[in-house]
């Protein structure tokens, strides 16, 4: 009775695996699949970022260079290759604000600049990042002589929280030189009281330039 009872259980398993065997040979071929599928694409990414940092440390040693040829073609090199090869991290978005900086301050080019911040601006994540690149753009758009550009990039932003006094003292900047003097007066106002227990002395005599109160 013993053996019969072994007989059938052996033919019972053996049944269930007619059925049910190539569904779990599956199930755990997918599952092998999914865990060393998932540590390559870790593998990847870790490899993806030690390569972006590596560039990234070449594009400082690069600025700490002596001002030239090399150093300019170095600068626009490296901060090419991290966009095109390393677009998703942070170290493109950091690099292109490198070279956005270095053109408009040693190269005297705010076009150039507002272009590398336009794409930085793209990649960055929402936040406070995004809104900080995107008040350095429109800097770089009114300084290329491009002031509705520059309020409308600013404008685009509708809560630039811990920015706002930076926000408004720069729309101020532009509505005055497009000679719109009352909206100057209240966006000024308005950088005024955003600033709060850190007032501006360049805006306070920005204000008093424009008789505008600080009760304004």
């Known amino acids: 009775m013993e053996l019969r009872t072994e007989e059938e259980q052996i033919a019972a398993i053996?049944?269930?695996?007619?059925r049910n065997g190539s569904a779990l040979l599956i199930g755990i071929g997918a599952a092998l699949a999914i865990v060393f599928g998932w540590q390559a694409w870790q593998n990847h990414q870790a490899a993806e970022r030690s390569a972006a940092a590596s560039q990234y440390q070449q594009l400082l040693g690069a600025l700490n260079q002596q001002a030239g040829d090399e150093r300019e073609k170095t600068i626009e090199f490296v901060t090419k290759e991290l966009q095109d090869e390393y677009s998703d991290s942070?170290?493109?978005?950091?690099?292109?604000?490198?070279?956005?900086s270095h053109q408009f301050s040693e190269k005297n080019d705010p076009k150039a600049a507002a272009e590398s911040l336009k794409w930085a601006r793209e990649h960055a994540a929402k936040g406070p990042l995004n809104i900080m690149i995107t008040e350095r753009m429109a800097q770089?758009?009114?300084a290329a002589d491009q002031a509705d550009a520059a309020l409308e990039t600013l404008r685009s932003i509708k809560d630039p929280g811990a920015y706002k006094a930076l926000y408004a003292e720069l729309e101020g900047?532009?509505?005055?030189?497009?000679?719109?003097?009352?909206g100057a007066r209240k966006a000024y106002a308005a950088a005024n009281d955003a600033a709060g227990d850190a007032p501006n002395p360049l805006l306070r005599l920005k204000m008093a330039d424009m008789a505008v109160g600080e009760d304004a």
């Open 90 to 100: 942070a170290y493109a978005v950091y690099g292109t604000l490198i070279l956005a």
């Open 14 to 18: 053996k049944d269930w695996w007619k």
């Open 173 to 182: 900047d532009i509505l005055r030189s497009q000679g719109d003097l009352e």
């Open 140 to 142: 770089a758009q009114f």
